[in-house]
């Protein structure tokens, strides 16, 4: 049997009813992918591997793997698991959000979560778009894009999730895009192994809602349009200012030593005890 | 227990400014009374926004049986640390109610008929301004026959911080013992059976 | 251990009804608090930030806001802990998201709500009791929910008891209602010995994890619950779900969840109905109260009795689901009705709703802050 035949046989849930919601050409079934291989390579037990997703279409991932699983709310996953991640700190905690989720509706909790440092990862699938309701713009969608809500273009200047996050604090932090798939193999692992808040941010392309309506004719043209732009973190910096403004940096962009709150918690709780 | 006198609905309101420590006051003065004497006790409280100036208020019913209404309706004791709370609490008084006034802060009492002591004055010669609801209530003790001043201290130790529980002391001995001197027959003033 | 043999140690303090909240969360089994400052809830958050660490396993986090604080506490109950936060007014509106979504995961927890006079900020330092219909309507869509009421500190801690209890038998959100007055209130209350007390922890599955349905109905209608990281990997949403968990629009098996939901409150009616009669046995005009007004009616009640007047005191403990029995009994044997409340009648709507024609129904509202006295109740049981 082929080894992804059987990462599928021993990962997929077998109770579910397929097919999955995903649009032919999502790059969010690479991000399962990657997570799958990451969770099998890392050796990780199915018990002990906690995926917390919110809502949009990064929102039913989860479901379709054995894992323990939980769909929250719109935005408010994070929140779901700092409860989880302190009830149990066992547990591995991994947050699948989309750019919507984690960075409009959850904005808050994004930027709270990476300050307090709590050892969960989050995984944030950018897409540019809202595309669960519809393609509706979002927080990411840049500049001049056109969406179902800027028919004329849109006029909001974007987030930078990666910059967000690291000036909040998150002692990990690292951007790729399913066009690199080895990289973000590694890129998830290393910050599901990292104590303290992890995030990666993780472009993945929707032509159905974003593509259509941007200018690329097939959903292949998206993936080549991310696989030309991306720049590793080094080549960057070299690149002048008119370039770097067509590029997109990829690479770990903050990796410090941590304790996460958790931890931290733990520790407090054994001194005030008495323990040792 | 048994030698305290039967109660029904005795209410005293404490009031003054908010950081005078009213609230503190309040409840030293109400677990003497429910844990060390068994009375039945409801302390209430009414404060503003403010955490330091403003009015500040606390409400004790005292009783024998159980508190069904557990805020005051018409007080026996008015304790006012400020102008402004004597002013406002007065018509609160039952017609045989007695009002305690600090006459540091008060200089306009609506009555001839009260008890007066030099609350805040008295504090800052004990040493520690902040002690002036302690003082306050080391008189209470005195005017307030059924409590006990055991009762009193015992509890003042247990809520207070030990690190300033001997100046609280001091405080209270203070208070107590002015009260005595100056009002020696005040005590009589309500006959519990 | 044999009756009698053990002694129960009962500890008397002097506490404020939010510290006997906390006091009965411990007694309970509480591990977790999740939530955010807002007044007159907030001495809850403090005390258990100063307890919880002390305990084995104990955890309190002061979370971004409300919403947070509930996620987070669904996260602890997923976990396996038993959990809750404590709010007022505008925290509880902010709290309706995941209250909805607890009640369709069927997640326990325990939700004090500490009400001060509204709407938005309101008046936050007094007192009113305008969150009654929004604890049982707050969160959208057609959903079951218990909402428990205290009126003084010893019935804090009691009631607390009693919504861990509920919520860890029936996976159900529990919600606490008091009022400034009742949560602000200092008195002398006695900490029951643990073991002098039930205490209900929600069941685990016993069978193997291929078996497990976490949805799965049976004749209680609620289904074992396991622990994440337990063994038992399972999927939570709040689509809609299927037995299994899994999100389903199959007008069948929507329809079976959303009958089981309400089903497993509704069979279990007496169980959870609770109210105190108080003088209600010859009764010819019943003051029907809950909350800290429900002590005004008291006293009001033995002062008409007193003028020869035979008043009667019903105190709903229970508010939702509305205790019907225990109120139309008194609809039948009363020739009037007093619902004196601190909002402008969101308990008496029900009150009328469940008449008939039966009994004359007077309310007494009042929304300027103020507790409705002895006085203002007395003076209504008088006309009549």
């Known amino acids: ?54 809502i949009g279409c990064s929102g039913r991932i989860p479901v379709y793997v054995d894992f323990n699983t939980i769909h929250t709310t719109h935005g408010r996953a994070l929140t779901f698991a700092t409860g989880i991640k302190l009830a149990n700190p066992r547990l591995k905690v991994i947050v699948i959000m989309g750019d919507g989720d984690a960075l409009s509706i959850g904005g808050n909790h994004l930027i709270h979560a990476a300050r307090r440092n709590i050892g969960v990862t989050a995984l944030v699938l950018n897409n540019h778009i809202y595309g669960m309701t519809g393609g509706q713009s979002s927080c990411t969608t840049p500049t001049g894009s056109f969406s179902t809500t800027s028919p004329f273009g849109q006029l909001e200047d974007e987030f930078d999730i990666s910059r967000v996050t690291k ?37 993945s392309p929707c032509h159905t809602q974003y593509g259509r309506k941007n200018n690329f004719k097939t959903c292949v043209d998206m993936y080549k349009w991310l696989q030309k732009s991306s720049t590793p973190m080094e080549k960057y910096r070299e690149l002048p200012p008119e370039k770097q403004e067509k590029a997109i940096a990829t690479g770990i962009f903050e990796k410090k030593d941590c304790t996460g709150l958790e931890e931290k918690y733990a520790r407090m709780r054994k001194s005030l005890r008495g323990e040792n | 227990m048994s030698n305290d006198p039967h109660l029904d609905r005795f209410e ?121 609801n302690i003082v306050a209530l080391g008189a209470l003790t005195h005017f307030i026959s059924f409590m006990r001043a055991t009762s009193v201290r015992k509890s003042l130790r247990e809520i207070l911080p030990r690190k300033i529980v001997d100046i609280n002391l001091k405080a209270f001995n203070a208070g107590f013992n002015r009260a005595k001197k100056e009002y020696p027959e005040a005590p009589e003033k309500w006959k519990f059976s | ?48 930030a100063s307890r919880l660490p002390h305990l084995r396993g104990g955890v309190f986090i002061q979370m971004e806001d409300e919403i947070a604080g509930l996620g987070a506490v669904i996260g602890a109950s997923l976990a396996g802990r038993k959990a809750m936060t404590a709010t007022s007014g505008p925290g ?32 936050p330092t007094n007192p009113a009791q305008g969150d009654v219909q929004q604890a049982r309507w707050g969160t959208h869509g057609d959903h079951p929910i218990i909402v428990l009421s205290a009126s003084d500190v010893q019935e804090c801690l009691r009631m607390t008891v009693t919504a861990f209890n509920y919520a860890e038998k029936y996976r159900t959100p529990v919600i606490l209602l008091l009022d400034e007055v009742t949560a602000h209130t200092r008195e002398k209350i006695s900490l029951p010995d643990p073991e002098d007390i039930n205490i209900y922890t929600r069941l ?68 959870i109905q609770m109210v105190d009669e108080i003088l209600c046995q010859d009764a010819e005009i019943c003051v029907i109260a809950y909350g800290c007004v429900a002590r005004s009616a008291e006293l009001a009640v033995q002062q008409a009795r007193e003028q020869g007047v035979r008043a009667g005191l019903l105190k709903l403990k229970t508010l939702f689901p509305f205790p019907r029995p225990a109120v139309e009994k008194m609809l039948r044997q009363c020739s009037s009705i007093l619902v004196p409340e601190m909002n402008m009648g969101q308990m008496s709507r029900e009150i009328k709703r469940v008449n008939n024609g039966q009994s004359k129904i007077l309310t007494l509202n009042r929304v300027d802050g103020q507790i409705i006295t002895p006085g203002q109740i007395l003076i209504k049981i008088l006309k009549g």
Request: aromatic share 8%; charged share 15%; with cysteine.
């Open chain 1, 1 to 54: 049997m082929a080894k992804v035949t059987q990462l599928i046989h021993k990962y997929l849930r077998h109770s579910k009813r397929f097919p999955h919601v995903f649009c032919p050409g999502c790059g969010h079934g690479i991000v399962l992918g990657s997570l799958v291989r990451s969770i099998h390579y890392m050796g990780l037990a199915k018990d002990d591997v906690v995926l917390v997703a919110g």
């Open chain 3, 92 to 123: 509880f509106s902010l709290m309706q998201e995941h209250i909805g979504y607890a009640c369709l995961t069927e997640v326990p927890l325990v939700l004090v709500n500490v009400m001060r006079a509204g709407p938005s900020t309101g008046m």
């Open chain 1, 167 to 203: 000036v909040c604090g998150a002692s990990f932090v690292a951007r790729t895009t399913v066009m690199q798939a080895a990289a973000m193999d590694s890129m998830i692992s290393e910050a599901v192994m990292h104590p303290g808040f992890g995030m990666v941010e993780i472009l």
């Open chain 2, 12 to 132: 005293v309101r404490l009031s003054g400014l908010g950081g005078q420590g009213i609230l503190t006051l309040g409840r030293i003065m109400g677990q003497a009374l429910a844990l060390d004497h068994g009375y039945a006790v409801t302390q209430t409280q009414s404060y503003g926004p403010e955490a330091r100036g403003g009015a500040s208020r606390c409400d004790l019913v005292i009783s024998t049986g159980r508190i069904s209404y557990p805020k005051t309706i018409s007080l026996d004791l008015l304790v006012a640390l400020s102008q402004e709370a004597c002013n406002k609490y007065f018509s609160d008084l039952k017609p045989d109610g007695f009002l305690l006034v600090d006459t540091s802060l008060v200089s306009q009492t609506p009555t001839n008929i009260y008890w007066g002591l030099p609350f805040t004055t008295m504090a800052q010669k004990v040493g520690l301004v902040q002690t002036t």
């Open chain 3, 204 to 271: 685990t599955p016993s069978m193997p994890p291929e078996w497990y349905m976490p949805y799965e109905d049976n004749m209680r209608g609620v289904a074992s619950m396991p622990p994440l990281g337990s063994g038992y990997r399972y999927h939570v949403t709040g689509l809609i779900h299927d037995d299994h968990g899994y999100p389903t629009s199959n007008p069948m098996e929507v329809e079976q969840i959303m009958y089981r939901l309400f089903r497993k409150i509704d069979q279990f009616f007496y169980d």
């Open chain 3, 1 to 48: 251990m044999a009756a009698g043999s053990r002694k129960s140690k009962t500890i008397e303090i002097f506490a404020l009804g939010n510290e006997a909240v906390v006091e009965g969360a411990l007694i309970a089994g509480c591990t977790f608090y999740a939530g955010y400052p807002i007044t007159p809830s907030t001495e809850i958050a403090e005390e258990m």
